[in-house]
């Protein structure tokens, strides 16, 4: 009589790292419609003990792994039974961590966490039907989906269960679950990290961008051929719902707490020693150290856009100061964080966005040698080559860059003094953009190139030469991609016609 297999039991625990508070906090942070009840962590139960992915895959017994970090299911359901034995799942573990699919230093809060690690363990390493139920796996996307999303996004990336010791993967392939002892330690929120991954607008729409009334002497040249090039505007970073959580962390005194504190309404009038005042206490803490760069770049992106309510006392010499602060630290490789650096062309970009006067308007007539090499550096951050390029962090750098190559696009078709010749800086965006679209997959990204392309193509002055020479390098042939995103493919439709119409 043949022996049955033995099978075990196999459970998921699923916990609520927000303690109750997801609810409130998701409905003040990402609207009503994307409310969320919990933010979970998930974990495997089989054979007397709690599997889990944060650095690394790691296990322990559950009553242990509770009571060292002060949290408890609030759920526990069962997923089935596996024929799998303890060495054949923990041997699956192992190559797991080995490969890089759940290693030490593969967790991305949205793309790869412990609950896609229970999905995987369970339907791969186990061998079950049931995994991890689907609202879970679809929470990121959600809250990527929401306005607020990408603000929010760094405190969700540190509310993980983590641990600073050796994972239990590092045991020579004893297969021992406690091979090396960790020690454990619940997660904390570091303040200086809450806006560290913050890209408030990198999901503008191209097609319904926050308006602004753009300072022209030259009419925009509009075309019933290129009606989707025709109604883009600038895209303006003007979200202020982080401003008070800025005030919060950077402390300042109570005079200047007020100041700041007006950058969350829009309506509020200025003065222009207000804004001076201002541009010049940001640039003071940008100075002081890397601990708070992110807030006051996330307070300065808004400064940029404020003016005097009295207009006849215009002075742009901080603001001035302010983006060549800002630019100079791009330059210099200063800014090593890839978010902060997605932050500081939020600053540089809605500065050229804007309906402020800039020193770097001189380029449209002269070359800038600041702006050139600003230029190619959002180029260089804009660059889908990169190794890395597909990561989250990468993808809202270039979506950065990128926004700030089209306002600069703008900026040199409204001032009207470059003439028929194209400049350096108007070369590099151009030439920049085409080479980037052949390999660029994020739509966002895409979207933006075409419309830095469509916008200089499209110029009354120096349109015809740009064409010129678009068809001289032979780079028409960047045709529409085959299932290419729909508005993407109406951009890059235009831009076809505008350099197939020889009277552009």
Not at 395 to 423: C, I, M, P
Not at 442 to 466: N, P, W
């Amino acid at each position: 009589m043949s022996q049955l297999p033995t099978t075990h039991d196999v459970h998921l625990a699923i916990y609520d790292l927000s303690m109750g508070m997801a609810r409130g906090l998701s409905a003040q942070f990402l609207g009503p419609q994307h409310t969320v009840e919990i933010i979970p962590h998930t974990a495997i139960i089989a054979y007397g003990k709690e599997y889990y992915f944060g650095q690394g895959i790691e296990w322990c017994s559950p009553s242990e792994f509770r009571a060292t970090r002060g949290i408890h299911p609030i759920d526990v359901q069962l997923l089935g039974r596996t024929a799998k034995s303890e060495r054949q799942f923990e041997d699956w573990c192992r190559e797991q961590a080995a490969n890089g699919n759940f290693g030490m230093q593969s967790y991305d809060f949205f793309h790869r966490n412990c609950n896609n690690f229970s999905e995987e363990a369970a339907r791969r390493g186990l061998r079950l039907e049931k995994g991890v139920p689907r609202w879970i796996l679809e929470l990121p996307q959600k809250f990527l989906n929401s306005p607020m999303g990408m603000v929010v996004r760094p405190v969700l990336e540190q509310m993980q269960i983590s641990n600073t010791a050796p994972t239990n993967l590092t045991g020579g392939g004893t297969g021992s679950a406690r091979a090396t002892q960790p020690s454990y330690a619940p997660s904390t929120i570091s303040t200086s990290a809450v806006a560290a991954d913050a890209n408030p607008w990198a999901n503008i729409s191209a097609a319904t961008p926050t308006p602004a009334t753009q300072p022209s002497s030259v009419a925009k040249q509009a075309s019933p051929a290129t009606p989707q090039l025709d109604k883009q505007t600038a895209l303006l970073s003007t979200d202020t719902g982080v401003v008070k959580v800025c005030i919060d962390r950077l402390k300042p005194e109570q005079k200047q707490s007020g100041l700041l504190s007006k950058l969350a309404d829009t309506e509020t009038s200025w003065t222009q020693q207000d804004i001076d005042s201002v541009h010049r206490y940001l640039r003071s803490v940008v100075n002081k150290g890397a601990e708070h760069v992110s807030f006051a770049f996330m307070l300065l992106r808004l400064a940029v856009l404020r003016q005097p309510t009295c207009s006849d006392m215009i002075s742009i010499e901080e603001q001035s100061q302010s983006t060549s602060h800002v630019a100079n630290l791009l330059l210099g490789g200063k800014l090593n964080s890839l978010a902060t650096r997605s932050m500081a062309w939020c600053v540089l970009s809605n500065a050229m966005g804007s309906t402020q006067p800039l020193d770097w308007d001189s380029f449209a007539g002269k070359e800038s040698c600041e702006l050139t090499q600003v230029i190619d550096q959002a180029l260089s951050d804009s660059d889908p080559a990169e190794d890395g390029a597909s990561l989250p962090s990468h993808v809202l750098l270039r979506q950065s860059a990128a926004a700030f190559l089209y306002n600069s696009a703008r900026r040199v078709t409204d001032t009207g003094n470059e003439g028929t010749d194209l400049s350096e800086c108007t070369m590099s965006i151009l030439l920049g953009c085409f080479e980037h679209l052949h390999e660029e997959s994020d739509v966002t990204t895409r979207k933006r190139h075409y419309m830095a392309i469509g916008e200089l193509l499209k110029s009354r002055e120096f349109g015809e030469t740009a064409v010129g020479l678009v068809k001289d390098l032979g780079l028409m042939d960047e045709g529409i991609r085959q299932g290419e995103d729909e508005e993407v493919a109406e951009l890059a439709k235009e831009v076809m016609i505008l350099l197939h119409n020889d009277s552009t």
